[in-house]
Antibody, heavy 119, light 107 residues
Framework: QVQLQESGPGLVKPSQTLSLTCTVS??????????WSWIRQPAGKGLEWIGR???????NYNPSLKSRVTISIDASKNQFSLKLSSVTAADTAVYYC???????????WGQGTLVTVSS | EIVMTQSPATLSVSPGEGATLSCRAG??????LAWYQQKPGQAPRLLIY???ARATGIPARFSGSGSGTEFTLTIGSLQSEDFAVYYC?????????FGQGTKVEIK
């Protein structure tokens, strides 16, 4: 059974960089045709795709965030990471990592981690 | 990006009754349409993909239909565990986008 777990600081100051890591267990991050995604959800609001990375390292970013986002993969640790720069209060949200197979929507999600942007 | 519009925003249903949720895409998403269920404090759970295919372990009372730009999620005979927020999501065009959600509440 694949499991994903987000980790990282719960509080980030405005203008700084938000950094989160997703640790994958129960399967290799390199196996098969899997994409690994970051999705966020502000409190009481809907879901927004941030971006995704393929096991090869190729990425797709949401154009609305592209200038600030970097997603990377560390196969040796079975992890992938999110960096979001120049954060503001609007970036306060629960951040989820998720796995998708090929062209299908994500079937496995982490439990989510709340990141608050505040001084 | 493709805008997904769900209706109604809130649906009040008595346990044992059925529910029909709608989702409209701003342009055709072919059959690349999924539905998720989300309960408070939990991650979304994939219910339906490819318009009508149930994900692993999803009960048969959940069914999806539609094509192009108009889609429906039908829940037959609601159980207590079905009261939640439901999101549609298109995965035809990047960035993939979600609807704003329909809350199914107990009447």
């Amino acid at each position: 059974q694949v499991q994903l777990q987000e980790s990282g600081p719960g509080l980030v100051k405005p203008s700084q960089t938000l950094s989160l890591t997703c640790t994958v267990s129960g399967g290799s991050i390199n196996s098969g045709s899997y994409y690994w995604s970051w999705i966020r959800q502000p409190a009481g609001k809907g879901l927004e795709w941030i971006g995704r990375i393929y096991s090869s390292g190729s990425t797709n970013y949401n154009p609305s965030l592209k200038s600030r986002v970097t997603i990377s993969i560390d196969a040796s640790k079975n992890q992938f990471s999110l960096k979001l720069s120049s954060v503001t209060a609007a970036d306060t949200a629960v951040y989820y990592c998720a796995r998708q197979f090929s062209t299908l929507p994500p079937d496995y999600w982490g439990q989510g981690t709340l990141v608050t942007v505040s001084s | 990006e493709i805008v997904m519009t769900q209706s109604p925003a809130t649906l009040s249903v008595s346990p044992g009754e059925g529910a029909t949720l709608s989702c409209r895409a701003g342009q055709s998403v072919s059959s690349n349409l999924a539905w998720y269920q989300q309960k408070p404090g939990q991650a979304p759970r994939l219910l339906i993909y490819g318009v009508s295919a149930r994900a692993t372990g999803i009960p048969a009372r959940f069914s999806g239909s539609g094509s192009g730009t108009e889609f429906t999620l039908t829940i037959g005979s609601l159980q207590s565990e079905d009261f939640a927020v439901y999101y549609c999501q298109q995965y035809n065009n990047w960035p993939w986008t979600f609807g704003q959600g329909t809350k199914v509440e107990i009447k």
